[in-house]
């Protein structure tokens, strides 16, 4: 996704396991002023940080996985954010290119007519805030990264969002520490078969594009009830842009994190209609990927490193 190292920099050093002093730093929170972690999310880091027992998300055989590439699960991590979302910047229908015929219009394209970009900034904002909310608790407690993180989207509140990111926080049984905390959508278990083939998660990424097309007198034509089985071109186009355009943020993301690749996990696609007018009619398509950028660490037959175990088959 789209962070920066210093959204995803804890004060932890990664070299060691927290002390007094960090524990001490992660309660202090007398009144939250929106910055850093709830107060609530707070105080179970720190909990969580002075010891004893933890809690994952792990099922057994992403457990055997942990094993196998070399980790220890340090705990639950948790990032939320309940937000307003309106459609501040609609300005009716869908725009029109050369010759007045009608054009698929994305969020990412700046245009006047589309109107859906501030809608996709505060998507970014949740889904950012939320991922950066769990980064921070995994690094108040020593963790080097998030596996099998699952996010969520859901309406509450009159209208309002929440968005959640809740994961299982890992150590590795290693010496060497990660330069920044690492998360991934992926199993542990499969982070597990990565590793071993040279491949390591680096960040969540993901494209997200809404784009808006008008529903001109052909497209009306082709999608009557009479038309019979033909394609309907103003849909096809529409759900083909806004889907390569979500793919082409999602490559843009990947680049910007400095990664080799990327697994895609989940993409999903929604279409719906306005009606800006009285018989005028478009419609809206939202695209979303979401997957892990992956770095390559070595491009060997076997992992460079003795602390890597893996379970016999027979």
Known sequence: MRHTDSGHRGRLGRNRAPGSADVAR??????WDGQGLPPVAAERIRRAAAGGAWTSLLSAPAAAGLE????DPVGEVMGSI???MGWAGYRGCGGYGWGGRPTTITSSDGDRFSGFAPYVRALHTGYDTAIGRLVAEATAIGADGVV???????TEFGGAREFTAL?????ARSTTRPGRVFTTVLAAQDVAKLLRAGWMPAQIVYGISVAIRHDDWATRAQASWNAGNVEVEGYTDLVGTTRADARRLLHDAVRRSGADGAVVDDMTLSVWSVEPGENHRDHVAEATLFGTA???FHTGT????????????R
């Open 302 to 313: 076997a992992a460079p490193t003795r602390s890597l175990t893996y379970l016999p088959l």
């Open 148 to 154: 099998g993180i699952r996010l969520g989207q859901s």
């Open 167 to 171: 994961g299982t926080a890992v150590r």
């Open 68 to 71: 196998v590439a070399g980790f």
């Open 294 to 296: 992956l770095a390559r």
């Open 26 to 31: 992660v309660g202090r929170v007398a009144e």
């Open 82 to 84: 309940v937000q307003r």
